[in-house]
């Protein structure tokens, strides 16, 4: 069973938790399948290229269709010319939306915190306030835990320590409805406070 560490008021390990054991037993395929429609959803869908009838252009016959010796054309806005359309090129029309129901995305998340623990970059606070508002004192925490990059789930942010989270490109710091299986897997360790934990156990 995976076990998340427990952290005191000075940010030092003090304790460990498990996790609730159905965490371990989710199919990793809904983590796979949850961050698959997340990065899909994220594509911006811009990529266009004109084809021959929508490039300017092209409206006179290049040369005669006999007599020239040559290969006959019918416009300079073909693909086979220099300036001319594109064939099959990308169009700006395409749907990448991939389905995943409710039931799969709260799956992947207790999954992604699983391995989170099972590799011990999972920590627990009872609250996480940095009064100062200073982004020195937030990087000091992060520094404390000897973190590469962390994503940080409060209960409620609050101004200050909005701020002093705001400018550190190693943290995130997200509230438990922007929290998903593809922002544990994208940073190193989370930092989450007990009571989201706590919430998120009885959801599932």
């Known amino acids: 069973m995976s076990k998340a560490i427990v952290l005191n008021?000075?940010?030092?390990?003090a304790s460990e938790i498990e996790l609730p054991k159905e965490f371990a037993e989710?199919?990793?395929?809904?983590?796979?399948l949850y961050v698959k429609s997340y990065l899909a959803s994220m594509r911006a869908n811009t990529a266009k290229?004109?084809?021959?009838?929508?490039?300017?252009?092209?409206?006179?016959?290049?040369?005669?269709?006999k007599g020239k010796g040559g290969a006959r054309s019918g416009s300079n806005r073909s693909p086979i010319w220099v300036g001319g359309g594109i064939a099959h090129g990308p169009k700006n029309n395409r749907n990448?939306?991939?389905?995943?129901?409710k039931k799969q995305k709260r799956l992947a998340l207790e999954y992604a915190l699983?391995?989170?623990?099972?590799?011990?970059?999972?920590?627990?606070v009872d609250s996480l306030n940095v009064d100062s508002g200073k982004t020195k004192d937030a990087?000091?925490?992060?520094k404390t835990l000897k973190l590469r990059d962390v994503l940080v789930v409060k209960e409620l942010i609050d101004e200050k320590s909005f701020y002093?989270?705001?400018n550190l490109s190693n943290a995130y710091l997200v509230e438990p409805n922007e929290?998903?299986?593809?922002?544990?897997?994208?940073?190193?360790?989370?930092?989450i406070e007990k009571t989201v934990l706590q919430n998120l156990t009885k959801e599932g």
Do not use: M
């Open 9 to 13: 008021e000075k940010f030092e390990r």
């Open 26 to 32: 989710v199919n990793s395929s809904n983590l796979y």
């Open 49 to 65: 290229t004109k084809s021959k009838g929508e490039v300017r252009g092209g409206g006179k016959k290049p040369w005669s269709q």
């Open 96 to 101: 990448y939306f991939q389905k995943v129901n």
């Open 114 to 124: 699983h391995e989170k623990a099972e590799n011990g970059a999972l920590f627990i």
């Open 139 to 142: 990087a000091n925490i992060v």
């Open 164 to 166: 002093a989270f705001r």
């Open 179 to 191: 929290l998903n299986a593809y922002l544990v897997t994208a940073y190193h360790s989370v930092v």
